[in-house]
């Protein structure tokens, strides 16, 4: 069975057995346990997961694919194959028994960032998940404060999970070889924020802000949002850029915003 990668869904598939290895062998994954792939392309990590003995769902885009894996997993009976848009596709109704999913997948680079944030709306099922990534942009998600790979990304993806990189994975481990690096990450959804943020909204609103101009300092990016005055009042130095600042102080930023609002 073949498929020709289709350029508009952002197809690469992977080949490459040593690196199909070293994700299964980093997943840990158990009989019994509840998971779901997005993307899984012509089943290279869908063939290995199932044989684990664990309950797959998968989700595809392509519906020629989904053809294609129905006619090559048909006697797994421990697989369910969802004909879908995962940017639209509501995983919380996957979830049976107050189970938590396991999520893996190989995600196209144009879509990447808006499906991790669709997926952490229903952060509370999801036990851990893994993807493949443009590694530009798993750098960007697991960067620290004082980085310039530190941005909104970095600090929202942290404010909802723990985040790990785990291996990087070079273009000619797909077909067709992408012009780009590759990475695993790994996110785990935390089970209590790390911060005290009193709304979410309005977090993503300071950081959206703050990140906008890197290169002016807080009380020139942020001036429409907060007086210097009150930036001083939370410890917090205004001449200082975002990415010096933790996300425990973009909490607080948000916060007092919030406080001023209500009162």
């Known amino acids: ?10 197809q690469n598939f992977l080949h490459d057995h040593n690196i199909i290895y070293n994700i299964l062998s980093s997943l840990q994954a158990k009989p019994g346990e509840h998971w779901v792939e997005i993307g899984p392309g012509m089943g290279a990590l869908t063939d290995p997961l199932l044989n684990l003995g664990l309950r797959l769902d998968v989700v595809e885009l392509d519906r020629d694919l ?13 697989l369910e194959i969802f004909s879908a848009d995962a940017l639209r596709f509501d995983f919380s109704a996957l979830v049976k028994n107050n189970e938590k999913l ?8 144009n879509i990447s960032t808006p499906l991790m944030f669709h997926l952490l709306d229903n952060a509370q099922c999801i036990d851990d998940m893994h993807f493949m990534l443009q590694k530009e942009v798993v750098d960007r998600i697991c960067a620290a404060p004082g ?18 990189l785990l291996f ?22 935390h089970q209590q924020p790390p911060v005290e943020v009193n709304d979410i909204t309005m977090l993503n609103r300071v950081v959206v802000q703050a990140f906008s101009q ?11 949002l907060i007086e210097e005055d ?23 930023l948000s916060n007092l915003l919030i406080q001023e609002e209500l009162s």
């Not at 990087?168 to 959804?189: G, Q």
């Open 1 to 10: 069975m073949t498929h020709t990668p289709r350029k508009r869904f952002g």
């Open 66 to 78: 989904v053809s294609l894996l129905k006619d090559k997993f048909k006697q797994h009976a421990n």
């Open 102 to 109: 396991r999520i893996i997948g190989n995600l196209p680079y």
């Open 147 to 164: 980085s310039k790979k530190y941005g909104r990304l970095s600090v929202m993806m942290q404010y909802y999970c723990a985040t790990e």
């Open 168 to 189: 990087d994975v070079p273009p000619e481990s797909f077909d067709p070889a992408p012009k780009v690096m590759s990475a695993i990450v790994r996110l785990v959804p």
């Open 214 to 224: 890197r290169r002016k300092t807080l009380r020139n990016s942020l001036k429409k």
């Open 230 to 252: 009150a930036i001083i009042a939370l410890n917090i130095d205004p001449t200082l850029r975002a990415e010096a600042l933790s996300l425990a102080d973009f909490a607080k």
